[in-house]
Structure formats: C-alpha cells, structure tokens
C-alpha cells in the first residue's frame, strides 16, 4: 500500500466591492475575476459571492444562501441578486 501525498494549490481571489447600483456589471466583473483566477467550480464561485455580500444583500437572499439548491448555486445565486 502506497500513500500519495495530495497538494492543492490555491489562488488568491479578490472580488471589487459589492455594487448595490449596478449588480449585473458586478457580477460580470466577478465572472472575469474567477476566469482570470482559473476558478470554475460551482460551490467555489458560490461562496466567494456569499462572502462578499453585505448583511442587508445577504437576508435579500437568505433563502439561497441557508438553503442552496444542489447544483448550479452560483448562477441561481447571481440571478437572484440581479433580479
């Protein structure tokens, strides 16, 4: 029996400012960060939103964020904010 040693690298993720007035270039401006970072998973891109929310954005979204739906919370996430 071998053991395999798992390295995991990571990247430093800064995501601008929560922009209240205009969400959706927000949120195309995390889009490209993620890109630039190399980040493409889901539950990843999801939490780096909700970590960068405000207290009053986050209860405007407290349904998504205490219960996620099982696949594609990041889009849900966004489309919600957006709307």
Same mark, same amino acid.
């Given at each position: 029996?071998? #053991?395999?040693?798992?390295?995991?690298?990571?990247?430093?993720?800064? %995501?601008?400012?929560?922009?209240? &007035?205009? !969400?959706?270039?927000?949120?195309?401006q995390?889009?490209?960060?993620?890109?630039?970072?190399?980040?493409? #998973?889901?539950?990843?891109?999801?939490?780096?939103?909700?970590?960068? %929310?405000d207290?009053?954005?986050? &209860?405007? !979204?407290?349904?998504?964020?205490?219960?996620?739906?099982?696949?594609?919370?990041?889009?849900?996430?966004?489309?919600?904010?957006?709307?």
């Amino acid at each position: 029996m071998t #053991s395999e040693t798992v390295e995991v690298a990571r990247i430093a993720l800064r %995501l601008p400012p929560f922009w209240k &007035s205009n !969400v959706r270039l927000w949120i195309a401006q995390c889009d490209h960060a993620f890109t630039f970072s190399g980040i493409s #998973s889901d539950d990843t891109k999801y939490s780096a939103l909700v970590a960068n %929310l405000d207290a009053e954005t986050l &209860s405007y !979204v407290s349904d998504i964020v205490l219960s996620p739906p099982n696949s594609d919370k990041y889009h849900t996430l966004s489309q919600q904010l957006i709307t």
